[in-house]
């Protein structure tokens, strides 16, 4: 395979694989980071020890002071210039996603333009950091608020998204003011490298100090420098729930804020007024993109009984001619999963399945030979279960769908919601009614409801999460800037006199 894309994005590679310019730990112990897509050693990132992580934290808070006095619309600028450092290594930085992590090569390239956009709107949004201005009930007295930086902020991304969740979160910190040090997953470390080193030339061009950013990789256990560090006021993390319920947990006896965007078990209802060429498209994209690898996968079609035969037979169809294999090839539709772990998970999940009585109507399995030899390629698979089977209530991080029937909308939305998790869900009908039934409080419970389009895919410009089990945060647009600043509120007394709230009179 040509990987010319590492070195344009200064990733030396010798002949072991290993990427010598990653290799900077003085613990002397390293990530090693293999291709599901060919098995692959991409290279050799350096663990954080706990030495290096205090050094850095000293940095880092050392950057804020200067950084948090820099004019916001300045420090929007530098976001800009990190947006145009972006578009310039769209590419390579896209090839290298899709290498890492496995996802097509088009997603590749697609998270790296969310990237671009958040930068986009966080130089807009560096303007528009608004307070409010609030009626005093005293004589010359002007109250209002406004927002000042929290300090280091700890982002922990998922590998599913190795570049763009963190991306999410950084450039809204940064115009807020904020530093931030960033904790990439394990799985896809080499990801947060480039990364970084393509804003260092952007920081070093401004004369701004390389504190402002900072990465950290490892385990769960560097992980766990930041959530028990009282210097970091606000961790975001994306990953399972299990992991957010710990983070959630730790970072809350030290009275901090989490950010947490945690699973998904996304459905689709499916009415019998849908353009089924719309639901073909929406189930098909939401249930195999990025492998099942996604948190607003589509895990559960739920479809009225009145067209479910022709939504079955159309999936059997469309399943029939995808082309699993290399995701860097355009021709292909399906990559592989992360690795021989999630391939495990798959495995199981399905063979749970069976036992609880599910009926595959597309089967599933791991493929072998040509191509397929790092042992991540699996069949997308769609089952008819019941919402009650404890498999479909878990969130398995794969391609798989469940197919199941429904009578009454109202019976739909039950089975929609009936889940622990709360993050992405969708309507498919002509029918105004279902719709604004399917957006109204007594519809959907999950924190993006859509209509006429699938579970997954999101723009930049709302806010991204969920409820319930998937933690209730919001990333990426909207007034989710909010979260990485502190509120002040502010009374100025311009009068001779101080008269006290609420009338209280206290007179020497």
Not at 78 to 96: H, T
Not at 186 to 212: H, M, R, T, W, Y
Not at 259 to 275: H, R, S
Request: charged share 20%.
């Amino acid at each position: 395979m040509d990987k010319s894309f590492l070195k344009k994005l200064g990733l030396k590679i010798n002949n072991h694989g290993t990427s010598t310019g990653l290799e900077t730990s003085t613990s002397g112990k390293y990530i090693s980071s293999f291709s599901p897509v060919d098995g692959e050693l991409i290279g050799k990132v350096s663990k954080t020890s706990r030495k290096e992580y205090d050094a850095m934290m000293e940095t880092a808070q050392s950057a804020f002071q200067e950084w948090r006095m820099i004019p916001a619309p300045q420090r929007g600028e530098i976001v800009r210039q990190y947006g145009e450092a972006l578009r310039k290594y769209k590419d390579p930085l896209g090839r290298l996603v899709s290498y890492e992590m496995g996802k097509s090569l088009q997603e590749g390239w697609g998270e790296v333009q969310e990237m671009i956009d958040i930068c986009d709107f966080a130089v807009g949004l560096s303007r528009q950091l608004y307070g409010l201005t609030i009626q005093s009930e005293r004589p010359r007295h002007r109250m209002f608020e406004q927002w000042h930086p929290l300090g280091v902020v700890g982002v922990i991304s998922a590998f599913n998204f190795p570049v763009a969740v963190w991306s999410w979160n950084a450039m809204l910190a940064m115009v807020c003011g904020d530093v931030v040090v960033w904790k990439a997953s394990e799985k896809a470390p080499v990801c947060s490298v480039a990364c970084q080193n393509i804003f260092k030339d952007v920081l070093k061009a401004n004369n701004v100090p390389e504190g402002v950013v900072n990465i950290i990789n490892g385990d769960y256990k560097v992980g766990e420098f930041m959530t028990k560090d009282t210097r970091v006021p606000l961790v975001s993390a994306t990953g399972s729930t299990r992991m957010g319920k710990i983070v959630g947990a730790t970072v809350a006896q030290r009275l901090g804020r989490s950010l947490l965007e945690l699973g998904g078990n996304n459905a689709i209802i499916v009415t019998p007024d849908a353009d089924m060429q719309l639901v073909l498209t929406g189930a098909v994209f939401g249930a195999v993109g990025t492998c099942g690898q996604r948190c607003t996968t589509t895990r559960r079609l739920i479809v009225h009984e009145s067209v479910y035969d022709t939504v079955k037979q159309n999936l059997v169809s469309a399943y029939g001619q995808l082309r699993i294999g290399d995701p860097l090839d355009q021709n292909n539709h399906v990559g592989p999963l992360i690795d021989t772990d999630a391939v495990a998970m798959y495995q199981d999940a399905i063979a749970k399945a069976k036992e609880e009585g599910a009926n595959f109507i597309v089967e599933g399995g791991v493929l072998e030979g040509e191509g397929y030899e790092s042992g991540c390629y699996v069949k997308p698979c769609i089952a008819e279960a019941s919402n009650e089977y404890q498999i479909v209530q878990h969130e398995t991080f794969a391609p798989i769908l469940y197919l199941m029937k429904y009578n009454d909308l109202n019976e739909a939305i039950a089975m929609q919601n009936a889940v622990p998790q709360g993050l992405s869900s969708a309507i498919m009908t002509n029918n105004m009614r279902e719709a604004e039934r399917f957006l109204s409080p007594e519809g959907s419970d999950c924190g993006i409801a859509n209509v006429n389009i699938g579970t997954s895919g999101a723009e930049i410009g709302g806010a991204f999460g969920g409820e319930k089990e998937t933690g209730g945060g919001r990333e990426s647009g909207s007034d989710s800037w909010k979260i990485y600043m502190r509120r002040q509120t502010n009374t100025v007394n311009y009068s001779t006199e101080i008269p006290l709230a609420q009338g209280i009179k206290f007179d020497f």
